[in-house]
């Protein structure tokens, strides 16, 4: 039988992000393509219709999203409405019709997805509009990579679809949390060591790694369960309905990295640094710079195992990072957040998320609104970081010259930063509400800003043959 003829259940994480929608904060991932020239709209579909819809996901909506949710064949799929052609009006930019779209829902009663062909005054641009429940930016990543090319004269076929599942949970692990997973991990491993002839019994030191990491475990949940509320600043208040995207011209990835070498940190360091410097630049002039010197994000943290993605869905967990921005040196600066990426990477903060996620999808109404109340009060910006493909593509035999996308926020949490390393580039991409930034070119314009000043201080310090260190991004 065809997977998609099959009724598949929703993992609790999928549940989570489906029940997550709110009219102001939709659970809605957002990408765009800028292409060289432009494409027919019906070319446009049969990429699609060859190179996405292979995966059968994509032809599945959610039924009964308020019971007991599960995908189920969409009997009346019309591609013409997932594919649609936009021409602005005049006057009107492509931040504005972004903007629009993002601020716009997805239709529940059909698969929540829809490409949309902006043929306007500024060039070509393809927009994606995809439900979270559908699946993260790693997975997401994955698909899109299946419809494009790296040689346009040689267009690949379609990829394979995706119907692996992860390790199927007990009833009492989805109650209990993760603890309690890490102990059926371990059971698992037990039984398929013992098949082999040896079991953790003849791994003292695997099972000393399993006890270790369940303490960590209980120990981070202590941590977010007694973590205090982010500063108060402009970031924080009453959302609306509109959103606004934006974004800056793309960086050179390799001055990126020769910043990230120059330090002794990662790319990603860099990077978030200059969002903490963005923020503090902006918060500065705005006058509600908070006293503490700190303003929390929430970031995400990919926990699929190494290799080829093999489904689709939600596999990653979320971190609390400190930005200091009430540090003014920006290679300081660098230095506070490699300090605070280091403690947390030791640490099982993301998996406890994970876990809190999943028992966001499976408990109560009015519970779930408790625990996403209390998650957005820990922060104040969603900050994402992906690593994208290395070399240009091509989608419909046009060559992409530029990939961004917008992260959803969650609960009260009015604005999300994403990073999207392409091809030799870096791009940063800000959504807000508009009644928290009501224009987030301040914001990005400020990150290439605080990118320029901390090129510079890097290119102006003492250099030796010892402090030329990979930075391992």
Same mark, same amino acid.
């Given at each position: 039988?065809?997977?998609?003829?099959?009724?598949?259940?929703?993992?609790?994480?999928?549940?989570?992000?489906?029940?997550?929608?709110?009219?102001?904060?939709?659970?809605?991932?957002?990408?765009?393509?800028?292409?060289?020239?432009?494409?027919?709209?019906?070319?446009?579909?049969?990429?699609?219709?060859?190179?996405?819809?292979?995966?059968?996901?994509?032809?599945?909506?959610?039924?009964?999203?308020?019971?007991?949710?599960?995908?189920?064949?969409?009997?009346?799929?019309?591609?013409?409405?997932?594919?649609?052609?936009?021409?602005?009006?005049?006057?009107?930019?492509?931040?504005?019709?972004?903007?629009?779209?993002?601020?716009?829902?997805?239709?529940?009663?059909?698969?929540?997805?829809?490409?949309?062909?902006?043929?306007?005054?500024?060039?070509?641009?393809?927009?994606?509009?995809?439900?979270?429940?559908?699946?993260?930016?790693?997975?997401?990543?994955?698909?899109?990579?299946?419809?494009?090319?790296?040689?346009?004269?040689?267009?690949?076929?379609?990829?394979?679809?995706?119907?692996?599942?992860?390790?199927?949970?007990?009833?009492?692990?989805?109650?209990?949390?993760?603890?309690?997973?890490?102990?059926?991990?371990?059971?698992?491993?037990?039984?398929?060591?013992?098949?082999?002839?040896?079991?953790?019994?003849?791994?003292?030191?695997? +099972? &000393? !790694?399993?006890?270790?990491?369940?303490?960590?475990? =209980?120990?981070? $949940? #202590?941590?977010?369960? *007694?973590?205090?509320? /982010?500063?108060?600043?402009?970031?924080?208040?009453?959302?609306?309905?509109?959103?606004?995207?934006?974004?800056?011209?793309?960086?050179?990835?390799?001055?990126?990295?020769?910043?990230?070498? +120059? &330090? !002794?940190?990662?790319?990603?360091?860099?990077?978030? =640094?200059?969002? $903490? #410097?963005?923020?503090? *630049?902006?918060?500065? /002039?705005?006058?509600?710079?908070?006293?503490?010197?700190?303003?929390?994000?929430?970031?995400?943290?990919?926990?699929?195992?190494?290799?080829?993605?093999?489904?689709?869905?939600?596999?990653?967990? &979320?971190?609390?990072?400190?930005?200091?921005?009430?540090? =003014?040196?920006?290679?300081?600066?660098?230095? *506070?957040?490699?300090r605070a990426m280091m403690q947390l990477k030791t640490s099982q903060q993301s998996t406890v998320a994970l876990g809190l996620l999943a028992g966001m999808g499976l408990a109560p109404e009015f519970l779930k609104e408790r625990l996403l109340d209390a998650l957005a009060a820990n922060a104040s910006i969603v900050v994402t970081n992906v690593h994208g493909?290395?070399?240009?593509?091509?989608?419909?035999?046009?060559?992409?010259?530029?990939?961004?996308?917008?992260?959803?926020?969650?609960?009260?949490?009015?604005?999300?930063?994403?990073?999207?390393?392409?091809?030799?580039?870096?791009?940063?991409?800000?959504?807000?509400?508009?009644?928290?930034?009501?224009?987030?070119?301040?914001?990005?314009?400020?990150?290439?800003?605080?990118?320029?000043?901390?090129?510079?201080?890097?290119?102006?310090?003492?250099?030796?043959?010892?402090?030329?260190?990979?930075?391992?991004?």
């Open positions: 039988m065809a997977p998609s003829a099959v009724r598949e259940a929703l993992s609790a994480v999928d549940v989570a992000w489906l029940r997550m929608d709110r009219p102001s904060n939709l659970m809605m991932i957002c990408g765009m393509l800028l292409l060289e020239g432009r494409i027919e709209l019906q070319r446009l579909k049969e990429v699609v219709r060859t190179r996405m819809l292979c995966f059968h996901r994509f032809r599945q909506r959610v039924a009964d999203p308020h019971g007991d949710p599960h995908w189920e064949l969409d009997p009346g799929f019309d591609l013409d409405w997932h594919v649609r052609q936009l021409t602005p009006r005049i006057g009107t930019t492509l931040e504005d019709v972004a903007s629009e779209l993002a601020s716009t829902a997805l239709d529940p009663g059909k698969p929540m997805w829809q490409w949309h062909l902006i043929d306007g005054a500024e060039g070509c641009a393809l927009m994606m509009r995809i439900h979270h429940c559908y699946g993260d930016g790693f997975a997401l990543l994955h698909v899109v990579e299946t419809m494009t090319d790296t040689d346009p004269a040689h267009p690949r076929h379609g990829g394979a679809d995706l119907d692996g599942q992860a390790a199927q949970r007990t009833a009492w692990e989805r109650v209990l949390g993760p603890a309690s997973e890490v102990v059926g991990d371990a059971l698992r491993a037990s039984a398929a060591a013992a098949g082999a002839g040896a079991g953790l019994l003849a791994h003292p030191l695997r +099972a &000393l !790694a399993h006890a270790r990491r369940g303490a960590d475990l =209980a120990y981070q $949940a #202590g941590v977010i369960a *007694a973590m205090t509320p /982010d500063s108060r600043t402009r970031l924080k208040g009453e959302l609306g309905v509109a959103k606004r995207v934006a974004w800056g011209a793309p960086l050179p990835l390799s001055d990126v990295k020769a910043v990230a070498a +120059a &330090l !002794a940190c990662s790319v990603n360091d860099v990077l978030v =640094a200059c969002i $903490a #410097g963005a923020l503090r *630049a902006w918060l500065l /002039d705005d006058g509600t710079a908070p006293a503490n010197r700190t303003v929390r994000a929430l970031v995400p943290v990919n926990l699929r195992p190494p290799g080829p993605v093999t489904e689709l869905g939600n596999r990653f967990g &979320l971190v609390f990072l400190d930005l200091p921005i009430g540090v =003014a040196d920006p290679v300081e600066r660098v230095h *506070a957040v490699h493909p290395e070399q240009l593509h091509y989608l419909a035999g046009r060559r992409i010259e530029h990939e961004l996308f917008w992260v959803p926020q969650s609960g009260g949490i009015g604005i999300g930063a994403s990073i999207l390393s392409y091809a030799g580039q870096v791009s940063f991409g800000v959504i807000a509400d508009i009644g928290r930034v009501p224009d987030p070119t301040d914001i990005t314009s400020r990150f290439t800003s605080e990118f320029g000043a901390l090129l510079l201080s890097a290119l102006m310090m003492p250099w030796t043959t010892d402090n030329r260190l990979d930075s391992g991004a």
